[in-house]
């Protein structure tokens, strides 16, 4: 009994140095992203560069949309795409497949017809049965392809698209009419840049109209809800510090601009990872740094695109196992990075806080609550200690929450009704009771799918933003 305590202690202490440490470090990125974030909203509400940004300074950019069975939704989506404010946008849509009528929805509303390939094929990607332009709407080409998933739907369409430029988004992101001027912005200012990140934000319960979300609202729903306020958090702090620190490895795939001929260097996307976006950008990064190349990835926080997460616990506990199964396959194939100077920033601070914090830490958390159970069943530990414990594990959770509401209500304030603000105070304190352990254990089962050498994506069902529920591959 006496070897169980010490066992149990021990393990105890070492989860809590460990929580507290990355507590401390999720504290340094909160530090960080202060002053870049006013940097940032400064810069969106200055009027000479907006003046700017609606000028022929403007990159021209291609907008990469991979469709799967979206024949419900994809003639409002690809309209809302064609209507963007930005002076030179292409739109390209990859039909990856479909069973249903996706693409004869497409030909009538857009009036497609078929069009010779005349470009060189770069890129590997499943057989490309037809290429279509518009009558209607000159910066619409369509690629009508065989199912080979999302990764390999972008390389089909970056060996089409015509500009230096693109933009990867999901058939199902509402962007605001705007946000493409706002993501072409670090591009004006004088740096050598090769890839840039906007926000994403949660678009249930929000009131949308032709495919733009015109009023911004938090749901009401406990699920959907703690997940804004986690979407919050990721994106008003957590990124911004990597513009601070350098070496930023993650730019979310529903939103992120790319120098093309860095895509095309790299081999483009890598099928058969569910992650394709962070693998995307660690390749993109090791590129960078074993050519000598010196290029930045930042992050721009007002440029918004809206996406729809789960609201049920199946879909959500899917989706958190692929993300975390992807985190796991990503950073261990590009291990070579850790604590390598040859890797800047990115190999010194980014990539070793994701290997051992993003990716650990539901190991030694779920580690740590055991011991923490055992340990007061069997008086290995006190009360003070267990108190301790979780106000680490929890109550900085949820401190950095409310600082990143905080940050969103005195920054760019998406959401402007006062019942807002508090409901995300509210989802902000339960978040780390129940909702988080959840999670935690969605991410534990995706190493031990990992292990087993599980690389399917697992069936997601979205309710749709005014629409009916359908199945996405």
């Not at 000028?55 to 990469?64: E, G, I, K, N, R």
């Not at 332009?133 to 089409?160: C, T």
């Not at 199946?314 to 975390?324: A, N, S």
Request: net charge positive; with cysteine.
């Amino acid at each position: 009994m006496e070897f169980l305590r010490a066992v149990v202690l021990w393990t105890d202490r070492f989860a809590l140095t460990y929580l507290l440490l990355l507590s401390t470090g999720y504290a340094l990125l909160l530090i960080l992203s202060i002053p870049e974030l006013w940097r940032h909203w400064r810069l969106a509400a200055d009027e000479h560069l907006r003046r700017l940004l609606a000028s022929d300074a403007l990159p021209p950019l291609s907008l990469l949309v991979p469709a799967h069975d979206e024949e419900v939704t994809i003639a409002a989506s690809v309209l809302s795409f064609l209507t963007l404010e930005y002076p030179h946008l292409e739109v390209v849509v990859v039909n990856d497949g479909s069973k249903d009528r996706t693409v004869e929805v497409m030909m009538r509303e857009f009036d497609l017809y078929e069009v010779p390939p005349a470009f060189a094929v770069r890129l590997p990607s499943k057989p490309v049965r037809a290429y279509y332009r518009s009558r209607r709407h000159a910066r619409l080409l369509v690629i009508d392809k065989d199912n080979g998933g999302k990764a390999d739907a972008l390389n089909a369409a970056m060996n089409a698209c015509r500009h230096p430029f693109v933009v990867a988004v999901d058939a199902d992101t509402l962007i605001e009419p705007d946000a493409l001027v706002r993501l072409a912005r670090p591009f004006l200012l004088g740096a050598n840049v090769a890839a840039v990140g906007g926000s994403v934000r949660v678009a249930n319960h929000c009131i949308v109209k032709h495919g733009r979300v015109v009023e911004a609202r938090v749901p009401a729903a406990w699920l959907p809800g703690c997940q804004v306020v986690e979407y919050l958090r990721a994106f008003l702090f957590g990124r911004l510090a990597w513009n601070m620190l350098g070496g930023n490895i993650l730019i979310s795939g529903a939103f992120g601009l790319f120098r093309k001929e860095f895509l095309f260097a790299i081999g483009g996307y890598r099928t058969g990872n569910v992650t394709e976006d962070m693998d995307l950008v660690v390749r993109l990064q090791r590129y960078l740094h074993e050519n000598g190349i010196r290029a930045a990835l930042p992050f721009i926080p007002d440029p918004v695109a809206w996406t729809e997460v789960p609201a049920n616990w199946t879909v959500l506990g899917r989706q958190r196992e692929r993300w975390h199964r992807g985190l796991i396959a990503t950073l261990l194939s590009h291990r070579v990075m850790l604590f390598n100077p040859r890797y800047g920033a990115s190999g010194m601070i980014a990539y070793p806080f994701f290997f051992f914090g993003e990716m650990l830490a539901p190991l030694v958390e779920v580690l740590g609550y055991i011991g923490l159970f055992i340990g007061l069943a069997i008086g290995a530990v006190n009360a003070q200690f267990a108190l301790l414990f979780l106000a680490v594990a929890i109550g900085f959770g949820t401190l950095l929450s409310v600082w990143a509401i905080v940050l969103e209500e005195f920054s760019f304030r998406r959401y402007t009704r006062p019942r807002d603000f508090w409901r995300l105070l509210g989802f902000a304190l339960i978040e780390g009771l129940g909702y988080r352990q959840i999670t935690v254990f969605y991410r534990l089962k995706g190493f031990w799918n990992y292990v087993r050498g599980v690389e399917t994506w697992g069936r997601m069902t979205r309710e749709g933003i005014g629409t009916q529920a359908k199945p996405v591959a």
